[in-house]
């Protein structure tokens, strides 16, 4: 773009001066100057670490014995942790919540969007806010008062059950609670995958429903008439009307949940307080890789584990994309 | 113009603190900062200053550190169970020289777990922890049971529990301290915690298995709380009395003392673990990181740090278990403490810490911790048979530690 500024320049002038170079230089040269300080820090910090990783990944090193003790160990990374159990394991852990988390979000969020937006838009941005302030809060601190909220003997989690399941108008559904009360949420193998779940569907569902509320925004109001029009009642126009036209949006929000969760790891950190409890269930991939790197101190297999991931993935987004992405991306 | 006069004074004395005195810092957790509050103007030559981070975030950011070759202080604390990883990492400055004279002060299965395999001291004890068990004098004599009795063997301990059970009160908060006591103060001679002195895995040894079929009796008696070990739940347990017993480093009193449980005062005491096992269970090193700017400074206050009079204090402040074993005949070491109910406790701590066996700190104890955590965490709570859960163990290890 800049170099067609100085063209003309170059075209009628067959020697440039040293001033004329100078700013033939500067022309073509400031705008990065401008931009330097965002590509130096996207360099840095996003470019080279990919980079870097994959040099990492062909290498033993443990980072503590600095740079120079690096090794080069070819594959030995790859299949190291391709035939780790642990590494499969927590692949499926992963899986499972992010489904378990994941599918409830849109679900929750796409009605939930239509009501907001029905609702008229003075009852839309207050609720809305409301629903989106989960999404911005910082994750470590929300999972901590989960944390506190799930905790077996003083978490007021158990504490109300614990009243359902007494009080006498609660006992007939709860009662049976009482033989397993208290129950441990996030100690527990057979439940920390729930405990984690909920807090993502928390955190995120308002963040979809924000997106739903945009997208549900640019559907033209003269569709929804003439729907009415033609005898569609509150159903079929969301069914018939709205659902469709939200396909770009499902499909984004849809994508970003899939690469979200696949890379979940502040939830089930704390909530497993670093990976010490319930970890046969709970611990989901991007922990165990963290586990691999800082703890274990063995880098070249994390970077390696992380590249599965990547690949991994890929693989669900490109599988998700050949189905639903002509649709998805608003093509025919 | 008198303030005038005293800014100007003091502007001076900066700037002469500043030409003379080296800054140095050292980088640690808590309570250590405590402790260097209370005894840095006892080094005026120096200018010190202390870099705190919690015990897990610290022993990251060091990582990153020795990763990079630079950011790490110049003094740096290291949690032992990090020894093993840090002290051939080649990371720190080789202190035998300095140490030479003065070893022979310090708990001699400490100092040995400072030296890399090359024979070299790199990193220096500052604070032991003696392995013991707290128990609730509540629930023990106060009952009519019998300390020595209880405590005769492992059986006789969790018998015990199942007596308590009945009362309806736990014999612990979680189990798995059971397996680790045993597993870590039965270490032989010469061998790590987790791997002979060749490297080769010891975690499907005896060793471990009791240690895990005691914990697994105790957990499928309901004698335990399966309460996470350092969470809120866990301290409620100790200011409620939900539980009778606890065995950790000594350290723990203070924790219980200082901010756990402080109610509890007088209800405590604490005995040698069962079958009189000594061990050890926790206990801090200090080191100089290669990229320090001021090695010589630092030693200084290492020298400091683990001087006989500071270590005296340091017990004091922070409840840190002296290693230098000349501090054990200070009058202090008779005192009774009330929290205990008036035991003379130290004296214990100090004939436990004469009497470890050494244990030496391997290269991959990190990732052998981790994994047999996981395979307890697997018997206790998923029903795996104890065989498999460490064969497993094992088997990663074994590919995990290259």
Do not use: C
Not at chain 1, 135 to 144: D, E, H, N, P
Not at chain 2, 68 to 85: M, P
Not at chain 2, 225 to 239: K, M
Not at chain 2, 350 to 373: K, R, S, Y
Request: hydrophobic fraction near 45%; glycine fraction near 10%; charged fraction near 15%.
């Amino acid at each position: 773009m800049n170099s067609d500024i100085a063209s003309p320049h170059d075209l009628t002038q067959l020697e440039e001066t040293g001033t004329q170079k100078r700013e033939r230089f500067l022309t073509k040269f400031t705008p990065y100057g401008f931009l330097s300080p965002y590509i130096l820090i996207y360099g840095v910090f996003g470019i080279f670490p990919v980079f870097f990783m994959i040099y990492l990944s062909f290498h033993l090193w443990n980072p503590v014995e600095g740079l120079s003790s690096m090794e080069y160990v070819g594959f030995e990374n790859y299949v190291l942790s391709l035939t780790d159990p642990q590494l499969w394991q927590t692949m499926w852990n992963t899986l499972v919540m992010a489904i378990l988390s994941g599918v409830p979000q849109h679900l929750f969020a796409l009605p939930l969007a239509y009501f907001l937006v029905m609702m008229g838009p003075k009852v839309r941005h207050w609720l809305t806010t409301a629903y989106f302030l989960p999404y911005i809060t910082s994750t470590v601190a929300v999972s901590m008062i989960f944390y506190v909220m799930y905790s077996k003997d003083s978490g007021i989690i158990n504490a109300v059950l614990a009243y359902l399941a007494d009080a006498g108008w609660s006992s007939w559904l709860f009662g049976g609670l009482k033989d397993v009360l208290p129950l441990g949420w996030v100690q527990e193998n057979s439940l920390i995958r729930y405990s984690v779940s909920f807090v993502v569907w928390w955190k995120y569902v308002g963040f979809n429903t924000v997106i739903y509320t945009a997208g549900l925004a640019t559907i033209s109001h003269d569709l929804y008439e003439a729907a009415k029009i033609d005898g569609a009642n509150s159903w079929q126009r969301f069914r018939h009307v709205s659902l469709p036209l939200l396909k770009p949006f499902i499909f984004f929000g849809v994508t970003l949940t899939i690469i979200g969760n696949m890379n979940l790891f502040d939830e089930p950190f704390v909530l497993t307080v670093g990976g010490q409890f319930a970890q046969t269930a709970g611990k989901t991939i991007s922990n165990y890789l963290y586990q691999i790197a800082w703890e274990w101190l063995d880098m070249g297999a994390a970077a390696a584990v992380s590249w599965i991931l990547f690949v991994v993935i890929g693989i669900f987004t490109a599988v998700y994309f050949y189905f639903f992405g002509r649709q998805g991306l608003g093509g025919e | 113009m008198k303030t005038q006069l005293k800014a100007g004074v003091a502007a001076l004395s900066l700037l002469a603190a500043a030409t003379f005195a080296a800054d140095i810092r050292i980088d640690g957790f808590p309570d250590y900062d405590t402790q260097i509050n209370a005894i840095k103007d006892g080094l005026p030559q120096h200018n010190i200053e202390m870099l705190k981070n919690n015990h897990g975030d610290h022993h990251n950011k060091l990582k990153t550190n020795l990763a990079t070759g630079s950011g790490a202080g110049d003094v740096v604390l290291i949690d032992v169970g990090f020894i093993g990883s840090f002290v051939n990492a080649g990371g720190f400055v080789d202190l035998s020289d300095f140490y030479k004279g003065m070893a022979g002060d310090y708990a001699s299965y400490a100092v040995e777990a400072g030296k890399g395999n090359d024979g070299k001291q790199y990193a220096v004890p500052v604070d032991l922890g003696p392995g013991v068990m707290y128990f609730r004098r509540d629930y023990m004599e106060d009952m009519g049971f019998d300390l020595d009795e209880v405590m005769t063997d492992w059986d006789t301990y969790v018998a015990y529990g199942a007596e308590l059970k009945k009362k309806g009160i736990l014999l612990i908060g979680n189990a798995s301290a059971i397996a680790n006591a045993y597993y870590r103060f039965n270490v032989a001679e010469g061998e790590g915690l987790y791997f002979d002195a060749d490297g080769k895995s010891l975690v499907t040894s005896e060793r471990f298995v009791r240690g895990f079929e005691l914990a697994k009796a105790v957990r499928d008696g309901g004698m335990d709380g399966n309460i996470s070990e350092w969470t809120e739940d866990w301290y409620a347990g100790f200011r409620e009395g939900k539980f009778a017993t606890q065995m950790s480093g000594a350290w723990l009193l203070g924790h219980l003392k200082n901010w756990i449980a402080p109610d509890t005062s007088g209800l405590w005491g604490v005995s040698n673990l069962p079958a009189g096992t000594y061990g050890t269970w926790g206990g801090s090193y200090l080191a100089i990181p290669k990229q320090a700017k001021n090695p010589a400074a630092a030693w200084d206050l290492i020298q400091y740090m683990i001087s006989e009079d500071i270590q005296l204090a340091g017990f004091k402040n922070i409840a840190a278990f002296p290693a230098h074993t000349g501090t054990y005949s200070d009058p202090s070491f008779n005192e009774s403490i009330e929290f205990l109910r008036g035991q003379k406790a130290r004296q214990m701590f100090a004939n436990i810490a004469n009497n470890i066996t050494p244990v030496t700190p391997m290269n991959g104890d990190l990732i052998a911790e981790d994994l047999v955590n996981q395979a307890l965490d697997k018997v206790l709570n998923d029903g795996v048979s104890i065989e498999k859960a460490l064969k497993d163990a094992e088997k990663q290890i074994k590919r995990r530690v290259r």
